[in-house]
């Protein structure tokens, strides 16, 4: 199989011909027909993951159909079009049994955990615990685009945040992660203000459905501002973008007891940030992390797709094809291109 892989962190890739996966008795492999580019795939190249061993092949934001099969699985056969969490479970242990697989001690991440999905094929393990059926009607590009920040923000807005209609919502950074929750909390009737550094995402945040946009380069108060957009702090609000300030300007800028949740990884230099835990003491704050989400959990979102309530569709921005990821994966962190890149040439 042709794939994107690297034997060193922070060396560029190279497309190299590889041998093609093996099904495990659980699993299967999937042909992938669309993968998206993610911030959390150059933090892996970085070497920021620990749960990557060399050489490696990333990708975790995957669609596509199943071309082979383990003797253990069930419920999925030869040729059905699929997705996949990118935190999976092993549908065994006590966080499985619960329902809640995002946190499963023993889970795998394609991409981290093992070579993923910037290849022509993939390996998934535990197949009928983690495996998404797709509807005809969605295309792999739009699938793929759910499987890391669409359906991420979905948890961290719906499940976490637990946001309801007319309350005011901040979202801190508007990349793919943030547009995200800003159209799914908008699309539950919140008051959404998205706060960024540039114009261009900032205009992109306003068709996602966000009611106000801040940009912080412009402000003396990022905070400050908005309290007195929200009259007296957010709700909930959100860091989408894993940053020390994002962070703690997203805890601060609350009302008393509102609602923090971490959903951009906190890694390399921002992963202990200092916490103004004072004020969420005094005010009865909450803090959530939000780590993906469960496989059983799309089937609301897909619904909600399926309405015309949500369209993760307009968040993408280009199509591009396995070389031309290359340079676009080694850039995310001052990429400057606006939507979700999905590779669909491979």
């Not at 070497?47 to 003797?71: C, N, Q, T």
């Not at 619960?98 to 955990?113: A, E, K, L, R």
């Not at 949740?261 to 009865?284: K, R, T, W």
Request: hydrophobic share 40%; charged share 20%.
């Amino acid at each position: 199989m042709r794939a994107m892989y690297y034997e060193a962190f922070g060396v560029t890739p190279e497309i190299r011909n590889l041998p093609d996966p093996e099904p495990t008795e659980d699993g299967v492999v999937i042909k992938v027909e669309a993968t998206g580019l993610c911030r959390s795939d150059w933090h892996g190249w970085m070497g920021h993951d620990p749960d990557i061993s060399l050489p490696h092949v990333p990708g975790h934001e995957l669609a596509g159909r199943v071309v082979a099969k383990g003797k253990g699985v069930m419920r999925y056969k030869l040729g059905d079009r699929v997705t996949v969490p990118f935190v999976s479970g092993c549908g065994r242990c006590g966080e499985c049994q619960s329902g809640n697989h995002q946190v499963c001690p023993d889970q795998f991440q394609p991409g981290f955990t093992h070579w993923g999905s910037f290849a022509e094929f993939v390996s998934i393990n535990y197949a009928d615990t983690n495996l998404v059926r797709l509807p005809d009607e969605i295309d792999y590009a739009t699938a793929a685009s759910l499987g890391c920040r669409f359906a991420t923000a979905f948890r961290a807005v719906m499940d976490q945040g637990r946001v309801k209609g007319g309350e005011w919502v901040a979202v801190h950074g508007s990349g793919g992660v943030g547009l995200s929750a800003i159209m799914i909390a908008s699309a539950l009737g919140a008051n959404v203000v998205a706060i960024d550094i540039a114009e261009d995402k900032l205009s992109l945040a306003r068709e996602a459905g966000a009611a106000v946009t801040l940009n912080s380069t412009g402000l003396a108060d990022v905070v400050e501002a908005v309290r007195e957009v929200t009259g007296g702090g957010a709700h909930v609000s959100l860091d989408a973008l894993g940053h020390t300030t994002t962070c703690c300007n997203s805890i601060r800028n609350l009302r008393r007891r509102g609602r923090h949740v971490q959903v951009g990884l906190m890694l390399g230099s921002h992963a202990a940030p200092a916490l103004p835990m004072g004020q969420v003491i005094a005010h009865e704050l909450e803090i959530y992390g939000s780590h993906g989400m469960q496989a059983w959990r799309y089937d609301d979102m897909l619904a909600m797709m399926a309405s015309g309530r949500l369209k993760p569709q307009k968040l993408i921005g280009r199509h591009v094809s396995l070389e031309e990821a290359v340079p676009l994966l080694t850039t995310l962190d001052r990429a400057e291109q606006n939507g979700i890149s999905v590779i669909t040439k491979f």
